[in-house]
């Protein structure tokens, strides 16, 4: 990929010039966005297509900043009056009923799938069962838990940048394990992204996930490699174990990502 760099830097810089880039690249915010979050946009506002496509889902670390910053606002405000511990767990919470929920269905479904002991196909058909397994309600539990306590210890001025840039982050992480993962089936959410997401889509998510680097410097240079490198680790696990990487699996590479990045950020601020 690093070879193409180039090809793809130039390529970039020739889509820019064109007249159609902001408007093309403001209907893959709003179609990504109207995925993964359930705050509605004026209709005035929207034009999008029904399902986000590969190159939509390059601009997911944008929305996922925005989403953070916004859904965490509330709480921001209310730690000045209520105990901070109990904010960092109400902005949790507003962020799992507005929007995380849909990529914590992935992270259950993976917890269940892995509690099975079982592989291949067989790992599908738990995954896919649309009840929820002991190990799916742990592993939720868990990542909900993490995650406030995480919000919690970073000092309370600190928790808006904290959310946009570990928001931004993990939706990047998501757009590395559509890069690196198969998908083999013929039909499912993560069809067109992950057969149809390559480098230059992975280099676009990359360039959109820098917007965040002033948020918050050192975290961003840390994080960026640590949520890749699990990312990777996440697709190539489940090439391995289910055959490619579905939809499941790219919401629980965004849940692993949000909570390393958000570690991360904790521990450098």
């Known amino acids: 990929m690093n070879s193409k760099i180039p090809e793809y830097i130039g390529r970039l810089g020739a889509e820019a010039k064109g007249a159609d880039f ?11 966005w109207l995925l993964v979050t359930r705050i509605p946009l004026p209709e005035k506002l929207v034009a999008y297509r029904s399902l986000p496509n590969a190159r939509d889902v390059a601009f997911l670390p944008a929305a996922g900043a925005v989403f953070g910053f916004l859904v965490t606002l509330p709480a921001w405000f209310l730690a000045f009056a209520v105990p901070v511990s109990a904010s960092a767990w109400i902005a949790c919470g507003l962020y799992v009923l507005l929007g995380w929920s849909l990529h914590l269905d992935g992270w259950g479904d993976l917890w269940d799938g ?23 309600v742990a592993g939720i539990v868990l990542a909900i838990a993490i995650r406030s306590a995480l919000l919690s210890g970073i000092a309370h001025p600190l928790w808006l940048p904290a959310a946009a840039v570990s928001g931004g982050l993990a939706r990047f992480a998501l757009a590395v394990t559509a890069f690196w993962g198969q998908y083999p089936w013929q039909s499912g959410m993560g069809l067109d992204v992950v057969r149809n997401f390559g480098g230059y889509e992975l280099f676009l998510a990359f360039i959109v996930s820098c917007l965040m680097f002033p948020a918050a410097p050192a975290a961003w240079i840390v994080a960026v490699p640590a949520v890749s490198l699990a990312s990777l680790g996440m697709a190539m696990w489940a090439n391995r174990n289910i055959g490619g990487a579905n939809g499941d699996v790219l919401g629980a590479s965004e849940v692993l990502g949000e909570l390393i990045a958000l570690s991360i950020y904790a521990a450098i601020y």
């Open 114 to 136: 892995f509690g099975s002991g079982r592989r291949g196909d067989a790992m599908m058909a738990v995954m896919k069962d649309s009840r929820v397994g002991s190990f799916g």
């Open 22 to 32: 902001l408007p093309d690249a403001w209907r893959s915010c709003v179609s990504v």
